[in-house]
């Protein structure tokens, strides 16, 4: 659940308020400015005006990014330059005290499900644009979170995303709700939208 108002640098502020399950993406329809400030504020990066940040019962609005349970893919994918496709995969599992076995599988059943396989051992310069998307959708879903948020995905770099997000269903956690905070041409078939407010 959103119900948010944030600051938009340069702009005025925007506002949303929608509730996001399993049933499909949710499509935050706004221009690049509103789209970005909100995805931040869902993801923990930015404080909002006013309003919470709901995942599931748990209101996350104050917590810190890696307590929210929301895996954040920005725009471009954001993957560390220095380090290999398969170090910004695990690059938050290695920072848990204890790394369960099914996490492991889960992230080798996303690198082929992503087909990322020939690429690990390579640098983010190394790779297509449209491999680094893939990349970083992998590392957003790794720790199997309960929301994932997309921001202004660019339907040439990632290309068909309803196919992408059919990729990542886990077989043993259900599929986090997604939000896609972006233009009409980034919302995949049957992806449900909301208009952000001013």
Known sequence: ??????????EARAAVSFSAGEAGPTV?????????????VVAGLAPPVSGRVLVGDRDV???P??????????????????LTVR????YLVWRQESVHEIVRG???????????????EQRPHEITEQQRMRGALARAVVSMPEA???????????????????????????????????????????????????
């Open 87 to 90: 170090q910004n995969i695990e």
């Open 61 to 63: 609005t104050a917590l």
């Open 28 to 40: 935050v329809i706004a221009g690049a400015g509103p789209a970005t400030a909100l995805a931040r």
């Open 148 to 198: 994932l948020v997309l921001e202004r995905p660019d339907p040439a770099a990632c290309g068909p995303l309803g196919d992408l997000l059919t990729r990542i269903e886990s077989p043993v956690s259900a599929a986090p709700a997604t939000v896609i905070f972006g233009d009409r041409q980034a919302a995949p078939e049957g992806a449900r939208t909301v208009a952000v407010t001013r």
């Open 65 to 82: 990014p890696g307590a929210r349970q929301i895996g954040y893919v920005p725009r471009g994918g954001a993957l560390l330059p220095h």
């Open 106 to 120: 889960w992230a080798a059943t996303l690198i082929y499900q992503l087909e990322l396989g020939p690429v690990l």
């Open 1 to 10: 659940m959103l119900d948010l108002v944030v600051a938009v640098p340069g």
